[in-house]
């Protein structure tokens, strides 16, 4: 049993959506999230700089007493993690494990699509692991520039948004996949448009659901559960100023943190 | 006669309009360019957060030997300068006060609007500024948050930029401006799409282009020009790596700009 709490680091509000299936999944547990606002995106910025952000974030996060990290943001998991993973000195668990392993038990067809940010697409990350899980599979995948700045300025559902997911999604559709990896914790936030334009027999693969559970899974098996029977607690962190993910932050996860949420000056880490 | 360089920042790649007419405007002069692509975009971030950036990459120009320093980013000059322009130990010429002049001298009806980033649009920067150098002028705004990132994946002209403008644009369509500022170096890039719907009646004002004039104006009525005959020479210096930079900003500059770039590690200043 270990009453320590579980860090959780994005680079943004995307990994809010992993939160929540965590606070699902694992009640008693006590979570730090750190979201990485003054700084972010991520998927747009090259490999060296995602990884020394990725570097200092986890820094922070083992200022505090936690027993595992879950890196909730595809870019960072994708890119970063494969690299540094080793050196971090305490279990890591990204959103790229947890769901090529759900993508491969969920696909009858052996065809799966991913799609991410550029960087986390360019990383080829996604392919290298699902390669590893199943032999004679084929991978097809797609970059998504915009649904980040689309979904953080509020377009869950319009016309633009479902012009720009056409744009972006014509080739996989076309592909005949019959499971995609929503490989960015925003995107969660568009599986209405998404699953209307796949079709309704693709199975759209929930990044922060899935890491939720392998964290789970985790603690249990290697005996780190908390042995605290009350709810867990949650304390909020991020890089620019509090207001906006305070009420961004209430979308994402479905519950008011006004009062949870700390300024933190990440440039120092 | 002064032959230092003129120093020039912008969050990222938008200030390149501004270098692009500083190259038109003063041929003769050495610019030193440094675009924060590690921390782009500022106009979502908060005003603390924007001031301790921009406080950053003047510091960073100062290590060279400038006599001036333009703010050629539509955020900065807006939200920053006010605060911090006495501070900075050089002369400093915003695209905001540019702007606003050239605004002035254009309109007939005395209805000017603005459209920039959110931080911009929310600092009312513009208002006070315009309202200080005319009397009785009617002040329409509106905040764009999606056009920089439509800008930076390559959206200058699609159906999806297109419905993304007539959104923002619709109100200020309505108000009867005679003038409209695009008070961020990116928006150039869409004058096609804005001046089709705003109609040719209404003047568009490029702030890079009015604060290249401006910056001229300030070298010549100081005794600051350079005496140079030749042409001279501009460098660049980026915070994320240089391959994106040189590639995109040959777009913006319109010339090559491979291996004049170099990368530097801005969160030391």
């Known amino acids: 049993m270990d009453n320590r709490a579980i860090g959780v680091f994005d680079s943004g509000l995307g990994g809010l959506t992993a939160v929540k299936q965590l606070m699902r999944e694992l009640p008693?547990?006590?979570?730090?999230?750190?979201?990485?606002?003054?700084?972010?995106?991520?998927?747009?910025?090259?490999?060296?700089?995602?990884?020394?952000?990725?570097?200092?974030?986890?820094?922070?996060?083992?200022?505090?007493?936690?027993?595992?990290?879950?890196?909730?943001?595809?870019?960072?998991?994708?890119?970063?993690?494969?690299?540094?993973?080793?050196?971090?000195?305490?279990?890591?668990?990204?959103?790229?494990d947890a769901a090529s392993k759900a993508a491969v038990k969920v696909t009858k067809n052996k065809k799966i699509g991913i799609i991410g940010?550029?960087?986390?697409?360019?990383?080829?990350?996604?392919?290298?692991?699902?390669?590893?899980?199943?032999?004679?599979?084929g991978i097809y995948s797609a970059a998504c520039p915009l649904f980040v700045p689309l979904v953080e300025n509020g377009h869950t559902s319009s016309e633009v948004v479902r012009l720009v997911a056409q744009e972006y999604l014509g080739d996989l559709k076309d592909s005949g996949i019959d499971t995609l990896i929503l490989g960015c914790t925003h995107y969660p936030l568009l599986k209405g448009v998404i699953s209307g334009i796949m079709g309704n027999d693709v199975a759209l693969i929930d990044v922060g659901e899935q890491t939720a559970k392998r964290v789970g899974e985790f603690l249990c098996e290697n005996g780190l559960m908390s042995e605290r029977t009350g709810k867990g607690s949650c304390r909020y962190f991020v890089s620019d100023t509090t207001e906006n993910f305070e009420k961004l932050g209430s979308l994402f996860l479905q519950q008011r943190i006004e009062g949870l949420v700390n300024k933190v000056d990440i440039e120092k880490y």
Do not use: N, Q
Request: proline fraction near 4%; include cysteine; aromatic fraction near 8%.
């Open 28 to 96: 008693h547990e006590d979570i730090i999230y750190f979201g990485d606002t003054g700084r972010v995106p991520y998927g747009t910025r090259s490999v060296d700089t995602i990884i020394k952000y990725v570097e200092g974030d986890i820094r922070f996060l083992k200022t505090f007493d936690i027993k595992i990290i879950v890196v909730a943001c595809g870019t960072a998991s994708a890119v970063a993690l494969p690299v540094i993973g080793s050196s971090i000195g305490l279990p890591a668990v990204g959103v790229l």
């Open 117 to 137: 940010t550029p960087s986390t697409i360019a990383s080829k990350a996604y392919g290298t692991k699902i390669r590893s899980l199943m032999a004679d599979v």
